[in-house]
């Protein structure tokens, strides 16, 4: 590991973002540009201590993967240096090709700046890889899944659980909408991570396999969604997808259906979700 090199790195990588860049709202002036290193790493979800080291050439060990993957994001690091990142610590570079976890940053820019309505960052084979605050207090924390489970579109066909926040009326419907955006996806990735979740999704669910044979395909950018939440009750969402430039990952925003209570549900929820400082 390259501590002198490291240090440097995130020091100006740090230095050239504001709180604004990353969703913090700060008031009055500062006296330095950038982030302070307690932001960086709230952000990241680890020590201030630990990171302060990493900046100051006192680690000692090498940061496991789960770690830089969290820089990574807390800097919103383009994938060359995400890249650059784990060459410095002496790791192998993820490959891009093959359940790359990597946020796009301009999808993350757009997350950090909604607050008043659920979103999250989700791959074109339904792992979810960002949420706000908002989308965990609706949906539950659906991040760090591994395996065939990280992806809802599994979940949807193998766990019964999964289904339990959908009204019944809902679920036939749902089903066909996301193995029709499956085939899209798979047709456009042509990947073996694409082919193995449809053999696994094929061999696990007979309700699978008999829409696939449909060959349906219509890929998600608009829908309605009713959530059945059980503090909320009834939300009733329009869900709009911004694809970014590959086409791997989507921005999934969920805005109240106008003319419903789902807004001021959505708003008393927030507040009664939100972690005590």
Request: aromatic share 4%; hydrophobic share 40%; glycine share 8%.
């Amino acid at each position: 590991m390259d501590t002198r090199q490291l240090a440097r790195f995130l020091r100006v990588r740090r230095a050239a973002l504001s709180p604004a860049d990353v969703g913090l709202t700060v008031a009055g002036r500062r006296r330095t540009p950038g982030l302070r290193r307690e932001e960086v790493a709230g952000l990241a979800g680890i020590s201030t201590d630990y990171y302060t080291r990493l900046e100051q050439e006192r680690a000692t060990a090498t940061p496991s993967e789960s770690v830089l993957r969290a820089v990574t994001r807390a800097l919103r690091l383009s994938l060359d240096e995400r890249d650059h990142l784990y060459r410095l610590c002496g790791l192998n570079v993820p490959d891009r090709r093959r359940g790359d976890r990597h946020v796009a940053p301009a999808l993350l820019a757009v997350l950090d700046r909604l607050h008043d309505v659920p979103a999250q960052v989700m791959t074109d084979l339904g792992d979810t890889l960002a949420q706000n605050h908002l989308a965990r207090a609706v949906f539950g924390d659906l991040t760090g899944r591994s395996g065939p489970g990280a992806s809802v579109i599994y979940r949807w066909f193998t766990d019964p659980g999964a289904r339990g926040g959908f009204p019944v009326s809902d679920h036939a419907g749902e089903s066909r909408a996301l193995v029709a955006d499956l085939r899209a996806a798979v047709a456009r990735r042509d990947d073996d991570p694409a082919r193995t979740l449809v053999d696994q999704l094929r061999d696990s669910s007979a309700e699978f396999a008999g829409l696939w044979e449909l060959h349906d395909v219509a890929v998600m950018r608009r829908r309605r969604k009713r959530i059945l939440h059980p503090e909320a009750g009834l939300l009733e969402l329009d869900c709009q997808s911004l694809v970014d430039e590959d086409r791997t990952q989507v921005l999934a925003l969920f805005s109240p259906v106008a003319g419903t209570a789902t807004a001021e549900r959505l708003t008393l929820l927030g507040l009664t979700s939100r972690p005590r400082p």
